[in-house]
């Protein structure tokens, strides 16, 4: 079974902090993508990884910043944490596909609040 | 606007009960996928479809796929506890930029014992 962990389930910061959120999978996938979810929006794609190094920005990028440096794990970063910022966040991984994502496999997701 | 509504947006029944929880996309549809979240956890796929009236079922939930329509359907007879949680739907659609995956907002489900 392909398992997706993320470091936490519960997150609380302060204002301004930098963050930082750890995804690892273990299936040697390719792909890695991060979204949040917050009520009536459902999922929004904020980057996501096709390879070691490599990041492309998805729908709501701004106020984010990503690294892979390693093939099993996407952190995300908040370099200056608002209040805009409390949500769910979700990692998920899956094989490579140029044209879809889709086969999807999730982790847990951390719940973060910026207080 | 989102490419992808999903109706309703919540839902309550009483266990037992029958519901149907529907996805339509204003682009063209390739691929229509299933999952199901339970509260404060990760995403469960549940099921894709990719031909026009294909249908899939596991275990009580059957999802179909009405290509002409743009539209997936969610049903789940006999609805216990266990099925409580958010439905969303993801789909591969055909927008101005090319083929793009997006999600639904989500269907909450509670089912009331």
């Known amino acids: 079974d392909v398992k997706v962990t993320q470091s936490s389930r519960y997150l609380v910061k302060r204002t301004g902090e930098k963050v930082f959120l750890e995804c690892v999978q273990d299936?040697?996938?390719?792909?890695m993508f991060w979204y949040r979810q917050d009520p009536g929006l459902g999922l929004r794609l904020i980057y996501f990884?096709?390879?070691?190094?490599?990041?492309e920005k998805g729908d709501i990028p701004e106020g984010y910043s990503v690294s892979r440096e390693k093939k099993e794990r996407f952190s995300l970063i908040l370099e200056s944490a608002s209040t805009n910022q409390t949500s769910m966040y979700l990692c998920?991984?899956?094989?490579?596909?140029?044209?879809?994502?889709?086969?999807?496999?999730f982790g847990p997701g951390t719940r973060l609040t910026v207080l | 606007s989102q490419e992808l509504e999903q109706s309703p947006q919540s839902l309550i029944v009483q266990e037992g009960k029958n519901l149907t929880i529907n996805c339509t996309s204003s682009?063209?549809?390739?691929?229509l996928y299933w999952y199901k979240q339970k509260y404060g956890e990760g995403l469960i796929f549940l099921m894709m479809?990719?031909?026009?009236?294909e249908e899939k079922s596991h275990e009580k939930i059957t999802a179909k796929l009405d290509e002409k329509k743009q539209q997936s359907s969610l049903h789940i007879t006999a609805s216990q506890p266990s099925h409580a949680g958010i439905y969303l739907c993801?789909?591969?659609?055909?927008?101005?930029?090319?083929?793009?995956?997006?999600f639904g907002p989500g269907t909450r489900l509670s089912v009331l014992p």
């Open positions: 998920a991984s899956s094989l490579p596909d140029l044209l879809t994502y889709n086969e999807q496999f």
């Open positions: 993801g789909a591969d659609i055909q927008d101005n930029y090319g083929q793009n995956f997006v």
């Open positions: 479809l990719q031909k026009g009236g």
């Open positions: 682009k063209t549809l390739y691929g």
């Open positions: 990884s096709y390879d070691v190094k490599m990041k």
């Open positions: 299936m040697d996938h390719e792909n």
